[in-house]
């Protein structure tokens, strides 16, 4: 039990309210009337944030709170946080690695099969009583493929695990080869993608992987690849993707996240041909109260003097 102020923005799960609310003084923002009137006067005070949703953390939002010391952060990826900037500032930046990592690789698994053998699509001919005409077209196959892998980091290895038993071969692009690892590397992406059949992307967001997969690299997959999405939207070009897509420049696409989420570009939602999923990589009832706890814990960690449980790399460790 500590006084320290915490202060939620949105609503998180009821058992993160309930813990955060019995451990500390926990202030929801949600329920003023006047929000901007309310962070004006707590935000002075607050020392830890709760966070879910991907709303921006720059310099201008951590002004608002000159007390801050941590930000707890539902979610592995935290591109949408400045973890440099709070770092320089001395605010410690959490995330809930880890206990996502196997749901989010079983729902990669699960998104390429339907992307391969169009399990939304032959759904819906069933439903739609086509079957009582003919049966649904031949699919490709994951048969023969090889599959590139972009970020091969926590999840990624749990996808390249995952795939190992299918009997496929597997490569992977990263910053640097990693030691250990009995896969292909590929010190460039653009040779990746012209080697393998399906890229399938866990790469985080941010300035470094901006649409890095471009036309270029959807150009090198080429007319049988499939790229598979389930790291972070902004990696991909969009407008390039929709239009190798069109021009038939790859085979197909299955996606978990966008650009711009919830937006999706019209021009995908009315391809019949690939399959798109509103991001549910870790949206699993166990897999988000796990998360959730993590949130928490980190929180109590900290404030009980003995450190934060899971710092991201760029914000300093301290008592
Ligand atoms: P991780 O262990 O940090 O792995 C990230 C990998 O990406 C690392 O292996 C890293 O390899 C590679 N990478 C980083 N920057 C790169 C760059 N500029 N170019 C090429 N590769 C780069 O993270 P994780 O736990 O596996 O999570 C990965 C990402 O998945 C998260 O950041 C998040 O965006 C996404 N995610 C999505 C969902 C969903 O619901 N769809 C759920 C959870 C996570 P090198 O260091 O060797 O470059
Ligand atoms: C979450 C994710 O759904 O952990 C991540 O990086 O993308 C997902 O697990 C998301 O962060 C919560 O908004």
Redesign the pocket.
């Known amino acids: 039990m500590s006084d320290a102020p915490i202060l939620m923005l949105s609503p998180m799960a009821p058992h993160v309210i309930e813990s955060l609310d019995g451990a500390f003084a926990l202030k929801k923002a949600w329920e003023a009337p006047d929000r901007e009137a309310f962070l004006a006067e707590v935000g002075p005070t607050i020392r830890g944030l709760a966070m879910a949703g991907h709303a921006r953390v720059d310099g201008a939002f951590l002004d608002r709170f000159p007390k801050l010391e941590i930000v707890s952060s539902f979610?592995?990826?935290y591109?949408h946080i400045d973890a440099a900037e709070a770092g320089r500032r001395g605010v410690m930046v959490t995330n809930t690695?880890d206990v996502?990592?196997d749901e989010?690789a079983d729902?990669a698994i699960g998104l390429l099969l339907s992307t391969l053998r169009h399990l939304p699509q032959v759904d819906r001919y069933l439903r739609a009583g086509k079957w009582l005409e003919k049966p649904y077209p031949l699919t490709p196959t994951l048969r023969g493929r090889r599959i590139g892998i972009?970020?091969?980091?926590?999840?990624?290895k749990a996808v390249a695990r995952r795939l190992e038993g299918f009997g496929v071969e597997i490569a992977y692009?990263?910053?640097?080869k990693?030691e250990g690892v009995p896969y292909r590397y590929y010190p460039t992406l653009v040779d990746m993608a012209r080697d393998v059949h399906v890229l399938l992307s866990?790469?985080?967001?941010g300035a470094?992987?901006d649409r890095?997969i471009d036309a270029t690299v959807l150009q090198a997959l080429g007319p049988d690849g499939v790229l598979i999405n389930?790291?972070?939207g902004t990696v991909v070009d969009e407008p390039a993707l929709v239009e190798a897509l069109r021009a038939k420049t790859i085979l197909s696409a299955g996606l978990?996240?966008f650009a711009d989420e919830p937006r999706v570009p019209q021009a995908l939602i009315d391809m019949d041909h690939i399959v798109l999923l509103p991001?549910?990589?870790?949206?699993s009832v166990e897999t988000r109260r796990a998360m959730g706890q993590l949130v928490v814990d980190n929180l109590a960690s900290w404030f009980d003097g003995k450190g934060p449980l899971t710092p991201v790399a760029e914000t300093p460790v301290r008592r």
């Open positions: 979610g592995v990826g591109d690695p996502l990592t989010v729902l972009l970020g091969l980091g926590r999840i990624g692009h990263g910053r640097s990693q866990v790469a985080p967001g470094e992987t890095m389930v790291g972070r978990d996240v991001h549910v990589g870790s949206a």
